[in-house]
């Protein structure tokens, strides 16, 4: 079965700082691997995805996530933080079989701090 | 273009009523989902529908739920005899295909008092 994890509830970073917001998954297979974002009152808009290639993504507003086959990891990063940035992200992952769908991790929120 | 259309943004209702709730997908987009956000909570998956392949309905939380989807495009969810743990923001997104990004509307904000 599929699943995905972000540990943390939320993540709090001083503006300017690096960041990185946590996701593990489990499929078997390849993943398909996906980070949304949610600012408040909307809904989410996608950010970034790996499907295959380079394990390092890069996405919008200077956001990237590096695929990690072995820690089955999906980490989202980026090297300094801006109060903008404060949001609700979402991790998701699809495995590669066609009745396979696209599973959300539960979030994290993210405060930045000025 | 248009994105994902949802209405109504807000539904308050009282227990006991029925309520629909109506997605407006991306003219193109063969796979349809909707999903529930509680406060505080993640992204639930409710159920998806792909092209002309019988839907996915693993996610419903019980039978007071169903959706269905006319001509692959717009859909519509419905709950029955609504409870107060039904009230959550109900999220519906599109995707060309099982694999692509998934376009998320505005969601529908569902009060049952």
């Known amino acids: 079965a599929q699943s995905v994890a972000q540990p943390e509830d939320q993540v709090n970073v001083a503006e300017g700082n690096p960041l990185t917001v946590k996701c593990t998954y489990s499929v078997s297979g390849n993943p398909y691997l996906f980070w949304y974002v949610q600012y408040p009152n909307r809904g989410l808009q996608f950010l970034l995805k790996?499907?295959?290639?380079?394990?390092l993504v890069k996405g919008s507003y200077g956001f990237e996530a590096e695929f990690n086959k072995s820690q089955t990891s999906f980490h989202l990063k980026k090297p300094s933080a801006l109060v903008s940035d404060s949001a609700l992200y979402f991790c998701a992952v699809r495995g590669m079989n066609r009745d396979d769908k696209i599973i959300f991790g539960k979030g994290t929120r993210l405060h930045i701090l000025p | 273009g248009a994105g994902v259309s949802q209405s109504p943004s807000n539904k308050v209702t009282e227990k006991g009523k029925d309520v629909e709730l109506r997605c407006d997908p991306i003219?193109?987009?063969?796979?349809l989902y909707w999903y529930r956000q509680s406060l505080g909570q993640g992204l639930e998956f409710l159920i998806y529908f792909q092209g002309n392949s019988a839907p996915d309905k693993s996610g419903l939380p019980s039978d007071r739920f169903s959706a269905e989807r006319t001509g692959g495009s717009v859909s519509t969810l419905t709950i029955q005899r609504t409870q107060q743990e039904d009230s959550a923001v109900y999220l519906c997104?599109?995707?060309?295909?099982?694999?692509?990004?998934?376009?998320f509307g505005a969601g529908t904000r569902l009060s049952v008092l």
């Open positions: 790996y499907i295959t290639g380079d394990n």
């Open positions: 003219s193109g987009h063969t796979a």
């Open positions: 997104a599109s995707s060309l295909g099982l694999k692509n990004i998934q376009y």
